[in-house]
């Protein structure tokens, strides 16, 4: 089989073994160290952690899928996900949501056509008090406004290249 | 009432939460250094026990009970499984604790591990906390490098492992038994109960799993003496103090922390949180996490703690408290309720996969002015199905809010029923 | 021994005897759909609730042990209307195609409904749908019938030793599938058709063939292997539809692998001989039986038999060739490097055998020794086998000579045999077979054989009787 995964990635899980007792533990943490390298998880990569895990394809697929992170399919480079739940919804989260999907020109759900940003609604992120708030990427903003939105996005925009 | 405070004090200072800080300014260490050289592992629980310190999770239950079930001859390995998931919506204090005191957590850990007789613990942390859990591992780090964790901590003969594991996405990987099977590389699925995870959690060993405030508690415990700690409570069986999210139509929204029991929820709302945001009327409460029933502005003079709350028909859950003024549309918002529990039901058990998403189906007619009158009491009726039928809380969780949504508010879904407009 | 009460009926149990087992014992059936005996119990459907004293909320009976003094209520009105919610939840998404179904008639969840559910149906949203994929050529998959029992997924993990089949997705979108329409790769496939408790499941092999009411079930044996897995052949107008594992807790549990449920179709190949020939000529039962006993009355004659024959069969040729045959031998053939039990053994870690014949220990037990230990050969031969003896072991042994076949052979077979004389395949039968343990079990006919084809002691017994008239046969 042609290898997809990075030395890097096999560094990583070797460092992880002796941490659990089973190989099968790693495959969190794999999927996560792949999608970190891949930005999301194609079947192919599925195929070669379970093979590194030692199961089968389809039982990667079945954890893989039951967790929302993990990106089954290609996302945009920036991946901004607005929490829309109760303590957010109550702070205007809604609006934000139209807001940042007039300003993408894109539906919740939908990644612009330059691939640049993927938006998504977001269950509670746990930033209840300085709601509302969003994760972009791996980072949260909080106290979130139409402000900071629209300045994220101009901001990320620059950075293209 | 001046409150006396554990925690949040050193919260929002970003240099409180280094190993250096900690040790000057926090006393770090010197629980766990007392216990493992002065104190046996059964001294510790009964310490804990004295201390009534009830889950900081949501059920409450008692922790130096929960430890006391792990069984003491044991030739399999046990595990302490730190619950840093934090999911239920409107709960953000364990984030707190992990940013802004990681030591407290890492000391608690190695305490309630030296208990229980674990040699390596897990803290399982939810997916989207990627800082947190940097920071988490930059304290590990640093505990380690000092010769607080690894092999013969203190000289003690005593050796502890702490790797943090992080979740991807999944509500039900709060529940504990969903957070073991996510730990050991499954879908985040609760199991069936028995056996509980004292008997057989993590890969099939004796484990116990607590939450990262109940964890960060035991050193804090420790240092005063479990009588101490359990005075700072002022109801039964309820020790301690409690960190509260106060969030949605308040002033000052924040993590507060209280004595436990020491003040009812209207005083948290008007003198912690400032009073409703410009000056509305206060219309509910969710008292406890999106999954407690909602509270009408008239039942709020209640005792905030596990109990007091039990006797008005809901919970303190993970004392996320979310305040809601006179402008909110409640169907809209328990619509909104309802598509989170829908999200996130695992789809193993019937009532919860399919009756969720009924729920949700049924909201969606009524606020768009579809549904029938007797869609009301079918919506009801299909809570009720749910709740206490299902394999974990979820179903709970999900039934509660909808029960109570319509039982205390019923005429505003009737006027979207009947066609009428009453929000904008 | 412990007792506790159901339904206000005192029942003993043993510990660690869950309550639909315990309930079962006093009679009192409890539905369930996920809970399988030979799985693991994961108390997911939450069909099969009940009422414990002490208990505030229902109980699912699958998860729940007995205990010493338990009172369990299995038909309190919180049980009736916990059920009831369930079959509802159930069949909110479940199409109402039982006419076209191959489950209908044999369905847990078509049975739990009209036991357990309501007449009346309360939802009117739409149902939810899937689009299948391909599993290959056992299974036919329709996911729309679905209710997520996952009982496939824990026999692929637990029984078959595979996890192809998995629950993609949560919550109300899970999926219950294989990926990428890739074949089911277990030799066990079958079995899913047999626990999926709806027809999301169904075996392509029996698709559209016959209404499962309408089919006559005999009890027999497989003869696949020397496991002897207990099965069902199920018939009607003397053709078999399908066959299926039947329950036996100390050999097969309750599964069967896939060559042995497909194994029957050769009994009903077009192709197989019926007739008695030689060469390529159809002959009378008279000349086959005179041709017979010319070619071996008073001769030294060389018998070899399948290792597939009942233990009458073989003890018949044994006695006979003891009674007519007198310099005679007789060795048995049935598997190429099988040669006796003592080569036999696990050909998987499920249930499959080496010994690809039904009766080999059956064979050793009358002393009869495998054809790889004969010396020399006599110049006629003759084969008698069941229909699942390797022919080419045993053939390659005596090339050259005259060979005359008796029992089941396809048109495949014919070309080394001067002359073939019909028998009964294992369907159409009673005899008794010993397993690779020594497990006597008996074999029973379902199909009554073809009038053309006669017993192995019919055809010995006319030969012995010199009966070889035209009027007699």
């Given at each position: 089989m042609e290898k997809h995964l990075s030395d890097k990635f096999y560094t990583a899980m070797k460092k992880l073994e002796p941490r659990y007792p089973t190989k099968k533990a790693l495959i969190l943490p794999a999927l996560h160290q792949a999608q970190e390298e891949y930005g999301w998880l194609p079947k192919e990569v599925l195929a070669e952690i379970a093979e590194y895990i030692g199961v089968h394809a389809a039982q990667i697929r079945e954890v893989a899928s039951f967790y929302t992170m993990y990106n089954l399919k290609p996302v945009g480079k920036n991946h901004i996900k607005i929490c829309t739940n109760v303590a957010c919804c109550l702070r205007g989260a809604d609006e934000l949501m139209s807001f940042a999907e007039k300003k993408l020109g894109i539906k919740c759900g939908e990644t612009t056509p330059d691939g640049l940003f993927s938006l998504s609604e977001e269950e509670c992120l746990g930033a209840c008090t300085t709601a509302p708030a969003m994760m972009a990427n791996d980072d949260y903003i909080e106290e979130l406004d139409v402000n900071k939105l629209n300045d994220f996005i101009e901001k990320m925009k620059v950075v293209k290249s | 009432m001046s409150q006396t405070t554990l925690f949040e004090q050193h919260f929002w200072k970003e240099s409180n939460r280094t190993l250096e800080y900690y040790l000057q300014s926090m006393n770090g260490y010197q629980a766990a250094q007392k216990v493992l050289k002065e104190m046996s592992p059964d001294q510790v629980i009964d310490e804990v026990k004295k201390g009534n310190i009830r889950g900081r999770g949501g059920a409450g239950f008692p922790m130096g009970m929960k430890w006391s079930f792990i069984p003491k001859a044991s030739e399999k390995p046990k595990y302490l499984v730190c619950n840093a998931d934090e999911s239920e919506p409107g709960t953000c204090k364990d984030r707190q604790i992990i940013r802004y005191t990681p030591h407290l957590l890492i000391e608690g850990l190695i305490i309630g591990s030296f208990a229980i007789g674990c040699k390596h613990a897990y803290v399982y942390i939810r997916g989207e906390y990627v800082r947190e859990a940097k920071l988490l591992n930059a304290a590990i780090d640093e505990a380690y490098a000092k010769g607080y964790l690894g092999k013969n901590i203190f000289g003690s003969g005593f050796d502890l492992e702490i790797t943090v594991h992080r979740g991807a996405g999944a509500y039900i990987c709060g529940e504990e038994t969903g957070l073991l099977n996510s730990l050991e590389g499954k879908r985040g699925e609760p199991r069936v109960k028995p056996p509980f995870p004292a008997v057989s959690g993590a890969f099939g060993c004796p484990t116990a799993v607590n939450n990262v405030e109940s964890i960060a508690n035991v050193p804090h415990l420790i240092r005063m003496g479990g009588d101490a700690f359990a005075q700072?409570?002022?109801?039964?069986k309820s020790g301690g103090t409690r960190l509260i999210s106060l969030s949605g139509h308040v002033k000052k929204p924040g993590v507060y922390e209280i004595q436990a029991g020491s003040m009812t929820l209207r005083q948290i709302i008007?003198?912690?949180?400032?009073?409703?945001i410009n000056d509305k009327k206060l219309k509910a409460v969710i008292p406890g996490g999106s999954s407690s029933p909602i509270l009408s502005a008239d039942e709020i003079d209640v005792v905030y703690d596990v109990e007091p709350l039990m006797k008005v028909g809901t919970m303190m859950g993970s004392a996320a408290i979310m305040v809601i003024h006179e402008d909110t549309d409640l169907v809209k918002l328990l619509m909104r309720i309802t598509k989170f529990y829908e999200h996130e039901s695992?789809?193993?058990?019937t009532p919860c996969r399919e009756g969720c998403h009924w729920m949700e189906s049924i909201l969606h007619k009524i606020i768009h002015h579809e549904a029938k009158p007797s869609d009301l009491d079918l919506l009801v009726d299909v809570a009720q199905n749910i709740g206490g039928k299902t394999l974990c809380a979820l179903g709970d969780a999900a039934a509660g809010p909808v029960i109570s949504f319509v039982k205390k508010f019923r005429p505003e879904f009737e006027a979207y029923i009947k066609g009428q407009k009453i929000y904008a | 021994m412990p007792k506790c009460t159901i339904d206000g009926k005192e029942v003993e149990f043993k510990p660690g005897e869950n309550l639909i087992t315990v309930a079962k014992r006093a009679g009192v059936e409890i539905p369930v759909f996920c809970y399988h005996p030979g799985l693991t119990v994961v108390a997911q459907c939450r069909m099969c609730y009940v009422e414990v004293e002490k208990m505030p909320k229902l109980q699912t009976a699958c998860s729940t042990m007995a205990a010493e003094g338990m009172v369990v209520k299995t038909q309190s009105d919180p049980v009736v209307k916990g059920r009831a919610g369930t079959m509802e939840f159930l069949l909110l998404n479940h199409p109402l195609d039982c006419p076209i179904c191959d489950k209908a008639g044999e369905c847990d969840l078509q049975d739990n409904s009209y036991g357990h559910g309501s007449a009346y149906m309360r939802h009117s949203e739409e149902r939810r749908t899937y689009v299948d994929v391909d599993m290959g050529p056992v299974i036919e998959k329709n996911m729309n019938r679905c209710i997520h029992c996952t009982r496939c997924i824990r026999f692929g993990e637990e029984v078959a030793g595979i996890h192809e089949m998995v629950a993609i997705k949560r919550g109300n979108n899970i999926d219950i599938t294989t990926i990428d329409g890739n074949p089911l790769q277990t030799e066990y496939a079958g079995n899913y058709a047999d626990i999926c408790p709806t027809g999301s499941l169904t075996l392509r092999d029996f698709r559209f063939r016959k209404r499962a009411w309408m089919l006559k079930k005999t009890a027999t044996v497989c003869e696949g292997c020397s496991k002897g897995c207990n099965m069902e052949i199920q018939h009607e107008g003397n053709v078999i539809y399908r066959c299926v594992p039947r329950e036996n807790l100390e050999i097969n549990k309750y599964w069967m692998c896939d060559e042995g449920r497909f194994n029957y179709h050769y009994t009903q190949d077009p192709t197989r001989i019926l007739n008695p020939r030689s060469g390529n000529a159809s002959i009378s039962w008279a000349t086959a039986i005179q041709e017979l006993k010319s070619a071996t009355e008073g001769k030294k004659v060389t018998f070899l038999v399948g290792s597939d024959l009942t233990q009458e069969e073989l003890t018949t040729v044994q006695e006979y060739v003891k009674a007519y045959q007198k310099d005679s031998s007789v060795y048995h053939f049935g598997t190429e490097g099988v040669a006796e039990i003592a080569d036999d053994g696990q050909a998987d870690q499920i249930l499959k055998m080496k010994s690809k014949t039904s009766n080999l220990f059956g064979a050793e037990k009358l002393g009869i020794k495998n054809v790889s230990s004969m010396k020399s050969t006599s110049d006629v031969v003759v084969v008698i086998r069941g229909g699942r003896a390797d022919l080419e072991s045993a053939l390659k042994q005596v090339q050259g000579k005259k060979i005359i076949g008796m029992g089941v052979f396809l048109e495949k077979d014919a070309a080394p045999f001067s002359m073939i004389l019909p028998g009964l395949a294992f369907t159409e039968k009673d005899g008794t077979v010993f397993n690779h343990s020594g497990i006597e079990q008996k074999i029973k006919r379902a199909i009554v054989p073809k009038n053309t084809v006669k017993t192995v002691s019919e055809v010995l017994m006319l030969v012995a009787n010199q009966k070889t008239k035209e009027a007699v046969v």
């Open positions: - | 700072l409570g002022k109801v039964d008007d003198h912690l949180g400032g009073g409703v695992c789809g193993q058990c | -």
